[in-house]
């Protein structure tokens, strides 16, 4: 079954929040006579009040600037002040709130001059308080807004230091009806509240046939100019907020503030009636210790049915703490608690509680998770094998999916009526919360259990039928967790893929008699890596990005033809540049369409920079791509910033941390869809010394979270002319020690040989000056130039001088001519002798290593003895010593002589 691709950018996937403007609306909404206005497009608007009046089944009213693309490009002060003053004119309000939003954020508008200048601009109108906030909605959620705004309006009103014996009542975004809760607890005690805010009336009103543009209730512009005189504030937030109202005035006015829990069970409403109490030295009124036995009758009702509650609770942080508390004093275990505000402090605040209740249970693991969306809730619910949902109407799919029961409450709720008439605080609100919870619950067993026992037990001839629907609904999850039957179709089986990858002589070192093909039909590239030059005509070099020829891909067919004639060994065709294969994309399919319906068990390998993967991967597969190698130099922006000097991307050119980030991003994503889809992927990793060579292992642990095979990490070839033709090579030692430090992590490579984009043969024996020139009927092409400096090169690698001349098994041949040198060949050295008319058996190693050089006229080596050195001085071949690139080692030689 195919693995399940998870998004690996920041992506939400149907959200568990909403913007910070809601909030600031909803929060403007509890002063009377307010309007608020948004500055920026009118779909901000639209959105918002769509969802108010949708929950609160009220007409509700939101201006906007209506920034356009001209707003956008050259500021939108124009439009706020014509807004304003609109605004003025149609409702006459005594307060407007100015919120901000993505788009004026963004462009940097400050509202608060704008403010300014509109009371410069007309005079007349300073008795009407205008209260710009900042409320983009990419900073937080609605419930961060809410409080945001909260604090700013504080903020900006000039106070009365007045002293007085009323009390400030700060609140999230609780219901209208659990508002109005709070003010009869207040007079109840024969305390005087000033709510900040108060949505009792605005947005749950009584019918009336006249229609109120602005709201006529809630808290007035001089009952907030009280309140740094008052004797206290009360926040209902245990949560830490960014910006707190209530921290606020007691910062800078001294009003002590008491910071309590929403209300909402036993505990926190004894808690919240005991402060009431003590600040108005009134004993608690007895109708409300007439309510507290009520409820507790209430938990002892319900405990049975609640034992077996495993309850997903997400929602405001303020909400999902009232809500984790009662239900976990009635039994009920939260399993899964989540927010979509980024609220690390949650699961702190709440460790303790959800320990003892799954004590209890005997449940060893539960989740408390922020900024999350729907898409992971529905997946850790299935996880946890949840039971009861407990929150807003969004949650509605995975009730559907999963028949999950789904108590609701929070905002929003769309698909109930009465959602401003929720009650969830006090000890009534709290009776009314729970028989729902208790109810749902019992609702799943009294509607299935009769029947399962009757089937399972009772009625034979249903046991068909029973078995056929466990089957539908077996099926049903498989199908479900696969994203579409045509995926399924086209991935590659797993056995397949095995028995690819032992005959692929890069991904499995034991595959060494195994030959492959490059064909160089890839010449454009998108990206710019710092240490490449890519050459199209270059016989001389052997390394990635050189080429002798580019190919069209009935030039490339050709050419597999015949190398798959003159070895049948061959099992791998790639495309490895010398660009980039996806940049290519058309000849690279064209290709592989022609090579597969000539020989359909061939198996495809190519190689990417991963900049266009996620658009092409399925492509790739239906093409029967079993491998691709994607090169991966950093999962840090700030650090392949360092490796890339550009990307150009869907028509765009990037640089910098911005480009490197888009690859990175497609990197990601792209690997993830190959792996899922049944593809063998490598990574490529180029050791940069003092940029990415400590960075290394936190790429090859990413690479394995994402289901790669194997990495590769790679010796930097300097190539002159580049970015980094400096910057010093890594050693072997180095690379093997960070080899061996990530083969913890996961399987790493060690016999790359780092081929070119042309490269023919086994690894380590390239054919492509042999092979390469082929069309058609061909023989090897014999090299005929007289050239007057021939050297043989002791290298391992075949890009540096790196081996000790007694340990050779073959050199690297080349010839030096016009200040060029050129490649010629690898000449294996015999290791046995090969009967007495080739040598004696006194003939040693040394002296069948120099008579396999004597067309040389000099050899250059890491380190020689003195004894072959002085024999090859007698054969007229001379020493060079040195560690160096190969290029760079023969023009010291050539100067030398």
């Not at 001209?70 to 807004?83: I, R």
């Not at 960070?738 to 490579?749: F, S, V």
């Given at each position: 079954?195919?693995?399940?691709?998870?998004?690996?950018?920041?992506?939400?996937?149907?959200?568990?929040?909403?913007?910070?403007?809601?909030?600031?609306?909803?929060?403007?909404?509890?002063?009377?006579?307010?309007?608020?206005?948004?500055?920026?497009?009118?779909?901000?608007?639209?959105?918002?009040?769509?969802?108010?009046?949708?929950?609160?089944?009220?007409?509700?009213?939101?201006?906007?600037?209506?920034?356009?693309?001209?707003?956008?490009?050259?500021?939108?002060?124009?439009?706020?002040?014509?807004?304003?003053?609109?605004?003025?004119?149609?409702?006459?309000?005594?307060?407007?709130?100015?919120?901000?939003?993505?788009?004026?954020?963004?462009?940097?508008?400050?509202?608060?001059?704008?403010?300014?200048?509109?009371?410069?601009?007309?005079?007349?109108?300073?008795?009407?308080?205008?209260?710009?906030?900042?409320?983009?909605?990419?900073?937080?959620?609605?419930?961060?807004?809410?409080?945001?705004?909260?604090?700013?309006?504080?903020?900006?009103?000039?106070?009365?230091?007045?002293?007085?014996?009323?009390?400030?009542?700060?609140?999230?975004?609780?219901?209208?009806?659990?508002?109005?809760?709070?003010?009869?607890?207040?007079?109840?005690?024969?305390?005087?509240?000033?709510?900040?805010?108060?949505?009792?009336?605005?947005?749950?009103?009584?019918?009336?046939?006249?229609?109120?543009?602005?709201?006529?209730?809630?808290?007035?512009?001089?009952?907030?100019?009280?309140?740094?005189?008052?004797?206290?504030?009360?926040?209902?937030?245990?949560?830490?907020?960014?910006?707190?109202?209530?921290?606020?005035?007691?910062?800078?006015?001294?009003?002590?503030?008491?910071?309590?829990?929403?209300?909402?069970?036993?505990?926190?409403?004894?808690?919240?009636?005991?402060?009431?109490?003590?600040?108005?030295?009134?004993?608690?009124?007895?109708?409300?210790?007439?309510?507290?036995?009520?409820?507790?009758?209430?938990?002892?009702?319900?405990?049975?049915?609640?034992?077996?509650?495993?309850?997903?609770?997400?929602?405001?942080?303020?909400?999902?703490?009232?809500?984790?508390?009662?239900?976990?004093?009635?039994?009920?275990?939260?399993?899964?608690?989540?927010?979509?505000?980024?609220?690390?402090?949650?699961?702190?605040?709440?460790?303790?509680?959800?320990?003892?209740?799954?004590?209890?249970?005997?449940?060893?693991?539960?989740?408390?998770?922020?900024?999350?969306?729907?898409?992971?809730?529905?997946?850790?619910?299935?996880?946890?094998?949840?039971?009861?949902?407990?929150?807003?109407?969004?949650?509605?799919?995975?009730?559907?999916?999963?028949?999950?029961?789904?108590?609701?409450?929070?905002?929003?709720?769309?698909?109930?009526?009465?959602?401003?008439?929720?009650?969830?605080?006090?000890?009534?609100?709290?009776?009314?919360?729970?028989?729902?919870?208790?109810?749902?619950?019992?609702?799943?067993?009294?509607?299935?259990?009769?029947?399962?026992?009757?089937?399972?037990?009772?009625?034979?001839?249903?046991?068909?039928?029973?078995?056929?629907?466990?089957?539908?609904?077996?099926?049903?999850?498989?199908?479900?967790?696969?994203?579409?039957?045509?995926?399924?179709?086209?991935?590659?089986?797993?056995?397949?893929?095995?028995?690819?990858?032992?005959?692929?002589?890069?991904?499995?070192?034991?595959?060494?008699?195994?030959?492959?093909?490059?064909?160089?039909?890839?010449?454009?590239?998108?990206?710019?890596?710092?240490?490449?030059?890519?050459?199209?005509?270059?016989?001389?070099?052997?390394?990635?990005?050189?080429?002798?020829?580019?190919?069209?891909?009935?030039?490339?067919?050709?050419?597999?033809?015949?190398?798959?004639?003159?070895?049948?060994?061959?099992?791998?065709?790639?495309?490895?540049?010398?660009?980039?294969?996806?940049?290519?994309?058309?000849?690279?399919?064209?290709?592989?369409?022609?090579?597969?319906?000539?020989?359909?068990?061939?198996?495809?390998?190519?190689?990417?920079?991963?900049?266009?993967?996620?658009?092409?991967?399925?492509?790739?597969?239906?093409?029967?791509?079993?491998?691709?190698?994607?090169?991966?130099?950093?999962?840090?922006?700030?650090?392949?910033?360092?490796?890339?000097?550009?990307?150009?991307?869907?028509?765009?050119?990037?640089?910098?941390?911005?480009?490197?980030?888009?690859?990175?991003?497609?990197?990601?994503?792209?690997?993830?869809?190959?792996?899922?889809?049944?593809?063998?992927?490598?990574?490529?990793?180029?050791?940069?010394?003092?940029?990415?060579?400590?960075?290394?292992?936190?790429?090859?642990?990413?690479?394995?979270?994402?289901?790669?095979?194997?990495?590769?990490?790679?010796?930097?070839?300097?190539?002159?002319?580049?970015?980094?033709?400096?910057?010093?090579?890594?050693?072997?030692?180095?690379?093997?020690?960070?080899?061996?430090?990530?083969?913890?992590?996961?399987?790493?490579?060690?016999?790359?040989?780092?081929?070119?984009?042309?490269?023919?043969?086994?690894?380590?024996?390239?054919?492509?000056?042999?092979?390469?020139?082929?069309?058609?009927?061909?023989?090897?092409?014999?090299?005929?130039?007289?050239?007057?400096?021939?050297?043989?090169?002791?290298?391992?690698?075949?890009?540096?001088?790196?081996?000790?001349?007694?340990?050779?098994?073959?050199?690297?041949?080349?010839?030096?001519?016009?200040?060029?040198?050129?490649?010629?060949?690898?000449?294996?050295?015999?290791?046995?002798?090969?009967?007495?008319?080739?040598?004696?058996?006194?003939?040693?190693?040394?002296?069948?290593?120099?008579?396999?050089?004597?067309?040389?006229?000099?050899?250059?080596?890491?380190?020689?003895?003195?004894?072959?050195?002085?024999?090859?001085?007698?054969?007229?071949?001379?020493?060079?010593?040195?560690?160096?690139?190969?290029?760079?080692?023969?023009?010291?030689a050539v100067e030398a002589m």
């Open positions: 079954m195919k693995t399940k691709v998870e998004p690996l950018v920041h992506l939400n996937t149907n959200p568990c929040k909403m913007c910070m403007p809601m909030g600031a609306v909803t929060a403007f909404y509890g002063f009377q006579k307010c309007i608020t206005i948004l500055h920026g497009s009118q779909g901000c608007s639209t959105y918002i009040r769509r969802h108010m009046a949708t929950h609160y089944n009220e007409p509700v009213d939101v201006a906007s600037s209506s920034l356009t693309e001209h707003g956008t490009v050259y500021g939108g002060e124009e439009n706020l002040l014509k807004g304003l003053k609109n605004v003025i004119d149609l409702y006459e309000p005594e307060v407007i709130g100015v919120a901000t939003t993505c788009l004026a954020e963004t462009i940097g508008e400050d509202i608060k001059r704008i403010v300014e200048k509109f009371y410069e601009c007309y005079p007349e109108y300073q008795n009407i308080t205008i209260l710009p906030v900042h409320s983009s909605g990419y900073s937080g959620t609605e419930f961060n807004g809410y409080f945001n705004t909260l604090t700013q309006i504080v903020a900006q009103v000039k106070m009365s230091m007045k002293k007085h014996e009323k009390v400030n009542v700060v609140t999230g975004m609780i219901s209208p009806a659990d508002t109005r809760y709070l003010k009869k607890i207040f007079a109840l005690f024969n305390i005087e509240a000033i709510l900040l805010s108060d949505l009792s009336s605005n947005l749950d009103a009584g019918f009336s046939k006249a229609y109120n543009r602005l709201p006529s209730g809630g808290t007035s512009i001089e009952e907030i100019k009280k309140m740094a005189g008052s004797r206290m504030t009360i926040e209902f937030c245990s949560v830490p907020l960014a910006l707190s109202p209530g921290k606020y005035l007691e910062e800078h006015y001294g009003v002590p503030c008491k910071v309590l829990n929403l209300p909402m069970g036993l505990r926190d409403t004894d808690t919240f009636y005991k402060v009431l109490s003590e600040v108005s030295c009134n004993p608690i009124p007895k109708e409300l210790v007439e309510m507290r036995s009520r409820y507790l009758d209430a938990m002892i009702d319900s405990h049975k049915y609640n034992s077996g509650g495993r309850a997903v609770i997400y929602g405001d942080p303020d909400f999902i703490l009232g809500t984790v508390r009662l239900s976990a004093e009635n039994g009920i275990m939260p399993i899964v608690v989540a927010t979509g505000s980024v609220c690390p402090e949650l699961k702190s605040l709440l460790e303790k509680e959800l320990r003892d209740v799954a004590a209890r249970y005997f449940i060893e693991d539960f989740q408390v998770v922020d900024d999350i969306d729907f898409k992971t809730i529905e997946a850790l619910a299935i996880q946890y094998k949840a039971n009861l949902l407990i929150g807003n109407s969004d949650g509605r799919r995975i009730e559907e999916k999963y028949h999950i029961p789904l108590v609701r409450r929070g905002f929003p709720i769309h698909d109930r009526v009465g959602g401003q008439r929720l009650r969830t605080l006090g000890y009534e609100g709290s009776l009314t919360f729970l028989d729902e919870l208790s109810n749902a619950l019992l609702a799943v067993t009294e509607t299935s259990f009769r029947e399962n026992l009757f089937n399972a037990y009772y009625k034979e001839e249903s046991a068909g039928k029973v078995e056929e629907i466990k089957k539908d609904k077996a099926k049903e999850k498989e199908f479900t967790q696969s994203n579409d039957m045509l995926e399924v179709k086209n991935m590659l089986s797993k056995e397949t893929m095995l028995e690819k990858t032992k005959t692929h002589p890069c991904y499995n070192c034991g595959a060494h008699e195994h030959a492959r093909i490059h064909l160089p039909i890839a010449p454009r590239c998108n990206i710019q890596c710092n240490y490449c030059v890519r050459k199209f005509d270059c016989p001389n070099e052997s390394r990635p990005g050189v080429t002798t020829t580019i190919l069209t891909p009935e030039e490339a067919f050709e050419r597999f033809k015949v190398v798959k004639e003159k070895l049948p060994n061959l099992s791998v065709v790639g495309i490895a540049g010398p660009g980039d294969a996806l940049a290519n994309f058309d000849e690279t399919k064209k290709t592989l369409q022609i090579i597969r319906d000539y020989d359909p068990d061939i198996t495809f390998c190519l190689s990417t920079n991963g900049l266009m993967l996620p658009l092409y991967a399925q492509e790739l597969v239906d093409l029967g791509v079993s491998h691709v190698t994607v090169t991966v130099n950093a999962v840090d922006p700030k650090i392949g910033a360092k490796v890339y000097k550009y990307v150009d991307y869907m028509g765009m050119h990037f640089i910098g941390e911005t480009a490197a980030a888009i690859l990175l991003t497609n990197q990601l994503n792209g690997i993830k869809l190959l792996t899922s889809k049944g593809i063998v992927c490598k990574i490529n990793i180029v050791t940069l010394k003092g940029i990415n060579d400590e960075h290394i292992p936190e790429v090859v642990a990413k690479m394995k979270e994402l289901d790669c095979y194997m990495t590769n990490i790679m010796q930097l070839i300097p190539v002159k002319g580049s970015a980094f033709e400096d910057l010093p090579m890594a050693s072997q030692v180095e690379i093997n020690k960070i080899r061996k430090n990530c083969g913890e992590t996961m399987k790493q490579m060690y016999h790359c040989k780092q081929c070119r984009a042309d490269a023919i043969g086994i690894l380590g024996e390239d054919l492509s000056i042999e092979l390469g020139s082929c069309r058609g009927k061909c023989s090897p092409i014999k090299q005929q130039v007289q050239k007057p400096y021939r050297f043989a090169v002791a290298s391992k690698s075949g890009m540096i001088v790196d081996q000790h001349f007694g340990h050779v098994e073959e050199f690297y041949i080349y010839d030096y001519q016009g200040e060029e040198a050129t490649y010629i060949e690898k000449r294996k050295i015999n290791k046995y002798c090969m009967g007495k008319d080739a040598c004696d058996e006194k003939e040693d190693k040394i002296t069948r290593i120099i008579d396999s050089i004597e067309d040389c006229q000099g050899v250059i080596t890491l380190r020689i003895g003195e004894s072959p050195k002085s024999k090859l001085k007698e054969k007229g071949i001379q020493v060079f010593s040195t560690y160096d690139r190969i290029s760079d080692a023969i023009k010291k």
